[in-house]
């Protein structure tokens, strides 16, 4: 049985990786899925042709162009921020340019999207946001500023929760482990070290994910709201 049939969804990044598997699980679900994309045209357009979903270039550091489009919608029910970056390096090495953009792109652009969202949306409304299970747990050096834009989206999701909850909207986040995409390759130089951390030692797919996005934005999950829902295969056990 579909669980989102005549919900309207949109998946800021979705054109690869979590957010490319969460188009498809939202689709299959029956939704009417329109997604936004950075640079990968290719890979966007391939997805939005098997899926049926719309596809829109759009930049999520770009604000203005980011809430005038969610404005734009004609209604929305749902809202999945998948869009991020991870830059790793010495906080003594990093430019402090790329550290500002992956706040700009990690918590910024969340925050915006979400207010703008919830504007628009229905009652009984779902937000989702795709943090990290690095928000809680940091075990390596080189990546500091990572974990505190996934940490800062903890406590968004908190204070927005309580914003919305009158008009029965949720908001969630949702914490991963590693996860097989372009970002974190099961096949590269980290497998090893983030393996060992692990109770089940393989990155998860992203299908894994994405059924769990499944499950935040569909009818059975109206009760969960400001709320971490960590899936790390055991990360942080
Ligand atoms: P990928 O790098 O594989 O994909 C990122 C997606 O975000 C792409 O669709 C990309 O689109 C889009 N995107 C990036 N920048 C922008 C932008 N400025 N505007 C619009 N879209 C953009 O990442 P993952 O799928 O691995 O990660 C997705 C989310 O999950 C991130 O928030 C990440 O922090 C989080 N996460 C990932 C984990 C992992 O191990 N992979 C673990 C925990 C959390 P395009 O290519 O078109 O620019």
Redesign the pocket.
Known sequence: MKTLTNKKALV??????????TVTRLANEGAEVT???????N??QALAKTTGAGAV??????RDALTAFIADQDSLDILV??????IFGSPFDLNPDDVDYMID??VR?PYHAAVEAAKKMNQGGRIVV?????GDRMPMQGAAA?AL??SAIQGMVKGLARDFGERGITVNNI??????????PEDGPFKDVMHSFLAIKR??R?DE?AGLVAYLTGPEASYITGAQHTIDGGFGA
């Open positions: 800021l990044g979705g054109s690869r990786g979590i957010g490319a598997a997604f936004t994309y950075g640079g990968s045209e890979a966007a270039q759009l930049d999520s550091v770009d921020i998948n869009a991020g970056t991870f792109l990690n652009a795709i943090g990290s299970v690095n990572y834009t996934k914490q991963p482990g590693p996860v097989n995409t372009d970002m974190n990155h998860a992203t994910i």
